[in-house]
Structures are given as structure tokens and as C-alpha cells.
């Protein structure tokens, strides 16, 4: 479906309030095409002009602009989108996870590429992201690699210390903001090190600096996260990347490594 297309190519010059309107969007574009700006502005727990502004951002002239292409696309090929079911859904675990493994598809090839030969991977994280990196650690052991985990300065120094050949520094942020992290990605880059970055977020800093960028879609309930729901997404993210550095292409569950 092209607005989908279009929606998710715009996600990473969006601003995030933007895009998590978008991401909210790209979910149930039924209520695009049934409802009233009012209303879907109302679903998606923000304002009318922000959702007029992220229908701009995708490159339409705005909300009715956005409606009419949708409405002409479901005219046209029915009301479900390929791969997605019926378009009036419920924002689950599932959906996220879908778009977020969709998302990072082209970029795992990439991110396998520059894992498969190092010889460290420094993982860095802060908060919760530091407790996915421990998960990742213990299943590159478990592959044969040397990993360690890191979450403040003294043990990044540590792990940056040279020789630095063959060292892969993988960062996780939800937002793409935390500063410790982004941090570490200045300071691998100047220090010759490759650089893959993790978040939800592609017009974040973390995105901007990385040599990888691996995307998830989470979509933020009203009520907030708890941290829960963005780190689900990431480990089925992580569980195809250790797949294919595993096997070289098929995926092999993070639960079993």
C-alpha cells in the first residue's frame, strides 16, 4: 500500500512527536479513511495540528489530503493492506513487532556483516536498554564472541582501550537521545571503531551518527510504557539479528541460543 510506504519513508526526517503519530497511523489507517481529523487526533492522544503536521512531514498537503489517498487506495484494492489484516486492529505487542521486524530488514544483513568477523562487541545501553544489552551479552558468548556490556564512562573507556581492530560498539536507546550513548558512538567513531545503533527513534542523534541503524516501531500507549512493550520489540528484533549471525540468513530463537 503506498501510503504505508510513504508513511514509514518519512519516519526518519519526522520529529518524534510526529512520528509516533505516524507509527499510531500506520497501525489502523481505517480510522484515516472512517474518521474526522478530530477524532483520529483524539485516537492518537495529541492535537489536531500535530497530526496536520505529521501528514505534511509525509509530503501530503494535510489531513484531507492524507484521507483521500487512502480512501482511493482502499477503493481500489479492497480493505485489508498486504500482510496486515484488517485495517480497524488493536495496537498490540504483535503489530509493534511486525513493523519494527519490517523496519529493520533491510539493515540486519548490514548489521550481521560487521558483527560476523569482530573479534569485541562493546554493548552500551542505560536503564532498561542496559538490561537488554545484558541479554544480547550472554547470547554472543554463548555464539562464541567476546561481548561485554557497559553503562558508564569507566567501563567504556576500559572498552575502547586499543587495540581497537575488530571492535563493534552496539548502542540501545529507545528515545535515540540518552546522552550516554550517544556519547559512546562519538567516541568509537573517533576512535576508528564500526558502530551499529538500536532505537525506535531514526531522526534521533544516536541514528545520525551510526554506521548501522537498526529501527524498531513501537507504539506508545497513553499511559505510558513501563519499559515493557519497546524492550519486547527490540529482543524480536535482536532474536532475527543472532539468526542470521548465527546461521547466516535463518533465525534461530534468543530464548534457545
Known amino acids: 500500500m503506498r501510503v504505508h510506504l510513504t508513511l514509514e519513508g518519512s519516519l526518519s526526517t519526522m ?5 509516533e503519530v505516524a507509527r499510531r497511523l500506520l497501525r489502523d489507517l481505517g480510522r484515516v479513511a472512517s474518521g474526522s481529523l478530530r477524532e483520529v487526533a483524539a485516537w492518537c492522544r495529541t492535537s489536531d495540528a500535530t497530526v496536520v503536521r505529521t501528514c505534511r512531514a509525509a509530503g501530503y498537503d494535510g ?5 483521500f489517498n487512502v480512501l482511493r487506495e482502499l477503493t481500489s484494492a479492497g480493505a485489508t493492506v498486504p500482510g496486515r489484516g484488517s485495517l480497524i486492529g488493536h495496537l498490540d505487542y504483535a503489530d509493534d513487532i511486525e513493523a519494527g521486524l519490517k523496519a529493520s530488514a533491510d539493515a540486519l544483513p548490514k548489521a550481521v556483516r560487521l558483527l560476523r568477523p569482530a573479534s569485541r562487541i562493546v554493548l552500551v545501553g542505560v536503564g532498561a536498554s542496559y538490561g537488554i544489552g545484558l ?3 550472554d547470547v554472543l558468548f554463548a555464539l562464541g564472541k567476546q561481548a561485554l556490556a557497559v553503562s558508564d564512562s569507566q567501563m567504556l573507556a576500559f572498552a575502547l582501550t586499543p587495540p581497537v581492530k ?16 550517544v556519547r559512546a558512538i562519538q567516541e568509537a567513531r573517533k576512535a576508528g571503531v564500526s558502530t551499529i545503533g538500536f532505537s525506535n527513534e531514526p531522526a534521533s542523534e544516536l541514528a ?9 516501531q513501537t507504539v506508545e ?9 519497546p524492550r519486547i520489540c527490540q529482543l524480536a528484533v535482536l532474536d532475527q539479528l ?3 549471525l548465527k546461521t547466516g540468513g535463518s533465525s534461530r530463537s534468543l530464548a534457545t541460543s
Open 208 to 216: 545520525r551518527y551510526v554506521d548501522v541503524f537498526l529501527p524498531t
Open 242 to 244: 543472532v539468526g542470521s
Open 166 to 181: 575488530g571492535l563493534v560498539l552496539l548502542a540501545i536507546s529507545h528515545s535515540g537521545e540518552s546522552r550516554f550513548p
Open 15 to 19: 520529529r518524534p512527536s510526529e512520528a
Open 135 to 137: 541479554i544480547l551479552n
Open 221 to 229: 500507549p497513553p499511559e505510558g510504557s513501563f519499559s515493557i512493550g
Open 63 to 67: 489531513f484531507q489530503d492524507l484521507k
